[in-house]
């Protein structure tokens, strides 16, 4: 996709004002604030954010897999070609699960039972959804997934049971199992934070070329940036349970408009920066218990020292002037446009004890 322009066409997948909750002995967790975004057929959406911000329960919210009865999902809708996920009965909701929109997740320990081969597995995937393949092209075809997957001999592979394969291998057939139905949406969360770092890239090229060969749409939550900025077309940027900016990820990149995101910007590793200059956004995310009124940032942003607003009034996600699709939710986001503004925003930010040092 020519991520430079704004996406056109229909969206595969509209979420209009999700919220999640839990009830919990300490309280109400507020892990999902009102957020609405769109998917487009065939793109990878980056989804970033710190630990805790609500990537993973807004997937879990959208697929109807949030715990229940401490999970409270509401909102106006979640359009998924013509369907409301939020309306769908749970009966109708599993046929959607595994076959048109399918999850990876960190750990494949937990996705295959550890007393079934890799091989059945997938093949029982694929005959859950369509009981009219046999038994025999089932396996003939999981042989065939692990092979594009890249898992070497992938006949004998079939016979294994998960322990006998590597993270890096179990990764893969993780993979080989989400794409058996052909998903037009494959929602990869934490794909790789598992993995070293060779596996890592060696995962994320095959999950890369799988996405280009089946056209799926791919949602990919980390909190990596790095990851983010090589794999997405375009950027979701959360905290503390909510949308704070979104656009192409050249745009949430080259120009962020959130003092959040340039945050996190500065805490990427760059070929051209020592490692011990690396910057981090100081303090940590708020309790989704009780959030901090106005913006939920304003206790780690700069840019709200002496300004009532930033912990009075809650910012609007709004459109910025421009040729790009381009959103952000900070009262002040025109300062981020000048050098002084986004120095300003960074000021929080410990500089000079990790620079100088
Ligand atoms: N089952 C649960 N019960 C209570 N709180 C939960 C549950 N699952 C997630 N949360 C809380 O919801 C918030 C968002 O979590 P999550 O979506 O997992 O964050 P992340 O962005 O790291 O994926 C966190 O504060 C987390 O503690
Ligand atoms: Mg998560």
């Not at 704004?6 to 909750?21: A, H």
């Not at 911000?53 to 715990?67: D, F, H, L, Q």
């Not at 901090?292 to 709200?304: I, N, Q, W």
């Not at 421009?322 to 446009?337: Q, W, Y």
Request: proline letters at 8%.
């Amino acid at each position: 996709m020519d991520s430079q322009t704004t996406p056109t066409g229909e969206p595969l997948l509209s979420v209009r004002n999700l919220s999640t909750t839990f009830s919990t002995e300490t309280g109400l967790v507020q892990a999902v604030r009102n957020v609405s975004w769109e998917l487009y057929p065939g793109e990878i959406l980056g989804v970033v954010g710190e630990s805790g911000s609500g990537k993973s329960v807004t997937m879990a919210s959208i697929m109807g897999v949030v715990p229940k009865p401490a999970g409270k999902v509401s909102g106006d809708s979640v359009m998924f070609e013509g369907r409301d996920l939020l309306k769908l009965p749970p009966r109708e909701m599993r046929k959607i699960r595994g076959r048109e929109i399918t999850m990876i997740f960190q750990d494949p320990m937990t996705a295959f039972n550890p007393v079934k081969t890799i091989g059945h597995q997938i093949a029982e995937a694929i005959r859950v959804h369509d009981r009219r393949v046999s038994r025999k092209a089932a396996r003939a075809r999981s042989i065939e997934l692990l092979a594009s997957v890249g898992v070497p001999s992938p006949e004998a592979r079939y016979s294994q049971f998960p322990h006998e394969y590597s993270g890096g291998m179990r990764q893969r057939a993780m993979i080989a199992m989400a794409i058996a139905n052909g998903p037009k949406l494959i929602i990869a969360d934490e794909p790789t934070t598992a993995l070293d770092v060779t596996i890592q890239a060696q995962v994320l090229d095959v999950l890369k070329l799988i996405q280009a060969e089946t056209g799926a749409a791919t949602i990919l939550i980390t909190h990596d940036l790095g990851l983010i900025s090589e794999m997405s077309d375009r950027v979701l940027v959360m905290y503390a349970g909510k949308v704070v900016e979104s656009s192409d990820v050249f745009s949430v990149f080259g120009n962020p408009q959130h003092p959040y995101t340039l945050g996190l910007l500065a805490s990427l590793p760059r070929i051209d920066t020592r490692l011990d200059s690396l910057l981090s956004i100081p303090g940590q995310p708020p309790s989704l218990t009780s959030p901090p009124p106005g913006c939920a940032f304003h206790p780690r942003c700069e840019l709200s020292r002496g300004r009532s607003e930033c912990w009075t009034a809650e910012p609007p996600l709004v459109q910025i002037a421009g040729p790009t699709d381009h959103t952000t939710a900070c009262h002040f986001f025109t300062e981020m446009d000048t050098e002084a503004g986004r120095v300003s925003a960074m000021l929080g930010v410990d500089v000079r004890s990790k620079a100088e040092s």
